[in-house]
């Protein structure tokens, strides 16, 4: 399932891709918009499926994707995850395009640099607790630089 986030002043969001078992690719390629965030949340247990291959981000979406954050290159390389796996070997995305989130939240490596960029997150090898503690490091640092959009939830 793709859902539009809430935006800020500035008309951003962010898409997620939520792994409810998907058998087609989702598709966003061209509407992906700039300054958009999208996040596939999930790791793949592998490439094969009785049906074929699983993906769920598109081509297209990497392809105009600015930043590409992951969790672990490894696990995308040792399960051979499609999303990530196969447009590497095709050539849509590079190995070395991949940032690992730990070293941008480590500050050794940039995630977005500049407002209209688009980026792309693949959680890939998380448990709920390990995203527990992302979540909390990503809030500390947005409040440290006074940024961020704080929602109003009812």
Not at 79 to 103: H, S
Not at 114 to 123: H, L, M, P, V
């Amino acid at each position: 399932m793709v859902r539009p986030g809430p935006g800020d002043a500035r008309g951003d969001h962010v898409r997620v891709a939520d792994r409810l078992d998907l058998l087609e690719t989702v598709a966003l390629g061209e509407r992906v918009e700039a300054a958009e965030d999208i996040v596939e949340h999930g790791d793949d247990p592998g490439r094969r499926l009785v049906r074929g291959e699983r993906r769920e981000i598109d081509d297209a979406t990497l392809a105009r994707s600015h930043v590409h954050g992951i969790v672990s290159i490894q696990q995308a390389i040792q399960d051979e995850q499609a999303d990530i796996y196969d447009p590497v070997n095709r050539g849509v995305i590079r190995w070395d395009q991949l940032i690992e989130i730990g070293e941008i939240l480590a500050g050794h490596k940039e995630g977005r640099t500049k407002s209209e960029q688009i980026t792309f997150y693949k959680n890939n090898a998380g448990q709920g607790v390990a995203d527990v503690a992302l979540g909390a490091a990503v809030l500390e640092k947005i409040r440290a630089k006074h940024s961020g959009v704080q929602l109003q939830l009812e």
